[in-house]
């Protein structure tokens, strides 16, 4: 056996130990934490119960928005008991590796959109890109997302009842009409989010 020489030791140590370090998130464990979630994010088409809308995608959604957002509803910026519920059993250490499973591959740019933006569009371009694939980790993306939950969202911003700085200010100047228009528009861009039972075991999701 060759000796392992003392400066590679040395060096592994500095590294592990070095400010910034950090290891990639472990998708991994992050299944094992996240096996509560499936029954509803897991299945296709599932809804939430009142009001009614289908439970958001979150395979291929931006893991840093989804660790921001589980923020949120521990917080009360976002109001929703089950979500609640379900945030507040999870330490923000784990955050990270639930959101790498859940998300399994984030969605990339393409560049080009699917169909006709809507006028509307114009002011969201600047972060959710012009195919609904949001332009920094922060930024959620949209594409595919389902129809109702984008209403929904955005009447949640518009009448203040979810808290955020930026949308507050992108959702006031919409009208019933624009809500609807923009989300039948960043629904219908592909490749789009995926229940994240439709990646992992049935392997197939809509344009991917
Ligand atoms: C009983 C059903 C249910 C369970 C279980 C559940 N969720 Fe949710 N989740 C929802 C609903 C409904 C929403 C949308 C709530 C809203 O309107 O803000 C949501 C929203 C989210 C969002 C924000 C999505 C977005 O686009 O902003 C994330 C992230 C999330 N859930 C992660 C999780 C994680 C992680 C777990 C498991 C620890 C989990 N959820 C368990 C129903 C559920
Ligand atoms: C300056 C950047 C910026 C602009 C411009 C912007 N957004 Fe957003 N958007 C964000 C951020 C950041 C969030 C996450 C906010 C939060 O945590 O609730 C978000 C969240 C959303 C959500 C919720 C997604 C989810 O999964 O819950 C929707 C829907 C949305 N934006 C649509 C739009 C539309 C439509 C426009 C144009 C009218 C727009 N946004 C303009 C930054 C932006």
Same mark, same amino acid.
């Given at each position: 056996?060759?000796?392992?020489?003392?400066?590679?030791?040395?060096?592994?140590? $500095?590294? $592990?130990?070095?400010?910034?370090?950090?290891?990639?998130?472990?998708?991994? *464990?992050?299944? =094992?934490?996240?096996?509560?979630? +499936?029954?509803?994010?897991?299945?296709?088409?599932?809804?939430?119960?009142?009001?009614?809308?289908?439970?958001?995608?979150?395979? &291929?959604? +931006?893991?840093?928005?989804?660790?921001?957002?589980?923020?949120?509803?521990?917080?009360?910026?976002?109001? +929703?008991?089950?979500?609640?519920?379900?945030?507040?059993?999870?330490?923000?250490?784990?955050?990270?590796?639930?959101?790498?499973?859940?998300?399994?591959?984030?969605? =990339?740019?393409?560049?080009?959109?699917?169909?006709?933006?809507?006028?509307?569009?114009?002011?969201?371009?600047?972060? +959710? &890109?012009?195919?609904?694939?949001?332009?920094?980790?922060?930024?959620?993306?949209?594409?595919?997302?389902? =129809?109702?939950?984008?209403?929904?969202?955005? *009447?949640?911003? =518009?009448?203040?009842?979810?808290?955020?700085?930026?949308?507050?200010?992108?959702?006031?100047?919409?009208?019933?009409?624009?809500?609807?228009?923009?989300?039948?528009?960043?629904?219908?861009?592909?490749?789009? $989010?995926?229940?994240?039972?439709?990646?992992?075991?049935?392997?197939?999701?809509?344009? *991917?």
């Amino acid at each position: 056996m060759t000796p392992r020489p003392a400066w590679l030791a040395l060096s592994l140590t $500095l590294a $592990l130990l070095a400010p910034g370090f950090s290891q990639a998130a472990d998708a991994v *464990r992050g299944g =094992k934490l996240a096996y509560t979630c +499936h029954g509803c994010h897991g299945i296709p088409g599932y809804r939430n119960s009142y009001p009614i809308y289908n439970v958001p995608k979150l395979g &291929g959604q +931006h893991t840093a928005y989804m660790i921001a957002a589980l923020k949120e509803y521990k917080s009360g910026d976002r109001a +929703h008991p089950t979500m609640y519920a379900q945030a507040t059993t999870l330490a923000d250490a784990d955050l990270a590796d639930i959101a790498a499973y859940l998300s399994g591959t984030e969605l =990339k740019p393409t560049g080009r959109a699917v169909g006709t933006a809507p006028k509307a569009s114009q002011t969201c371009v600047a972060c +959710h &890109g012009n195919d609904g694939v949001g332009i920094l980790p922060e930024y959620p993306n949209l594409a595919g997302q389902h =129809k109702d939950y984008l209403e929904y969202s955005l *009447r949640s911003y =518009k009448s203040g009842v979810r808290k955020n700085a930026i949308m507050a200010g992108m959702a006031a100047a919409l009208t019933e009409k624009d809500i609807q228009e923009l989300a039948k528009f960043y629904s219908s861009q592909r490749p789009g $989010l995926c229940a994240t039972d439709e990646i992992r075991e049935l392997g197939k999701c809509e344009g *991917r």
